[in-house]
């Protein structure tokens, strides 16, 4: 597997970033301001992220999806750690990520890749999203904010 910066005359692999974040609106706004990353395996697109730049030496990693029947097979650590290298590698001091309140295995992956909670955004999903979220069988409605410095 290859983990690649996006090619600008390339179409964004909107069916993944959706399994992330499933307001297509939001996901081309935040696309269009950051830089969006990808996993090849044979040819395929498999895996994306992408990362944007909030404050000075600060980036926020605003999307990480993998193909549904790949999930388990570490390859949304290797994106996660990916993301890291190549903030750290760009000069960022800080990485920030935040997930729903719901996402038990995201929530476990970021602190393995080094990530700490540091916050939780109340509402964030019932303000910026129209419609409700569920997952694992919760609504998702706060953002747990998360940080690691590079």
Same mark, same amino acid.
């Given at each position: ?8 005359? @390339? ?20 696309? *269009?301001?950051? @830089? ?5 395996? @044979? ?15 600060? !980036?926020?990693?605003?999307? !990480? *999806? ?6 388990? #097979?570490? /390859?949304?650590? =290797?994106?996660?750690?990916?993301? !890291? #290298?190549?903030? #750290?590698? #760009? ?10 309140? %719901?996402?038990?295995?995201?929530? *476990?992956?970021? =602190? ?17 999203? %129209? ?6 069988? /919760? =609504? !998702? ?10």
């Amino acid at each position: 597997m290859i983990i690649r910066k996006q090619h600008k005359d @390339e179409e964004l692999p909107m069916k993944l970033l959706l399994l992330a974040d499933p307001s297509e609106k939001i996901v081309k706004e935040y696309a *269009a301001r950051g @830089e969006c990353f990808v996993a090849e395996l @044979e040819d395929n697109i498999v895996g994306v992220y992408v990362l944007l730049p909030t404050r000075p030496e600060t !980036v926020e990693l605003v999307n !990480v *999806a993998v193909e549904e029947e790949l999930h388990g #097979k570490g /390859i949304g650590k =290797q994106l996660v750690m990916d993301a !890291v #290298k190549v903030a #750290k590698e #760009k000069g960022y001091k800080t990485i920030e990520v935040g997930t729903g309140n %719901s996402g038990v295995g995201q929530l *476990a992956l970021y =602190q393995k890749c080094g990530f700490r909670i540091i916050g939780v955004d109340l509402d964030f999903f019932t303000r910026h999203y %129209s419609e409700d979220i569920f997952e694992n069988g /919760i =609504q !998702v409605r706060d953002m747990i904010r998360l940080t690691q410095g590079l």
